[in-house]
């Protein structure tokens, strides 16, 4: 399986602790700009855009590696989200940029959604489990 792991919209001292991580290095990495989003390329480090070669089947294991990592380093305030557009991408934004992105996330279990309305209609579920 392939990812995409988008990286432009952390700093360049958070990309780093992603990118020199030992889980991250034990792929096989491919580092690429993120073309469609300039201005934060030319910002930051080129090397906005991971594209990994996942040997395993799901992406939220993938997911669960990027909170130990985000957890060992005491980055708390960083959130991991599913594109919605692009299959297979997942992106690192801090907690409090999400909604600025058009990112709502559930606070009962972290799935995205493009809309505020489409997360309390979700979140209604919560309330009756």
């Not at 990309?15 to 934060?40: C, G, L, M, P, Q």
């Not at 939220?60 to 005491?74: G, M, Q, S, T």
């Amino acid at each position: 399986m392939i990812i995409r792991l988008d990286l432009s919209f952390l700093s360049g001292n958070v990309r780093s602790i992603i990118v020199n991580s030992e889980e991250i290095k034990s792929f096989s990495v491919d580092y690429t700009t993120n073309r469609t989003n300039s201005a934060v390329a030319d910002q930051h480090d080129p090397n906005t855009i991971i594209t990994l070669d996942y040997k395993k089947e799901s992406l939220e294991d993938f997911k669960v590696i990027l909170r130990d990592i985000l957890a060992r380093n005491h980055l708390d305030n960083f959130t991991i989200a599913e594109d919605t557009e692009a299959e297979n991408t997942v992106a690192i934004l801090r907690e409090g940029d999400l909604e600025q992105f058009g990112i709502y996330v559930c606070k009962h279990c972290g799935t995205t959604f493009k809309s505020i309305d489409e997360r309390i209609v979700h979140e209604r579920i919560h309330y009756f489990v």
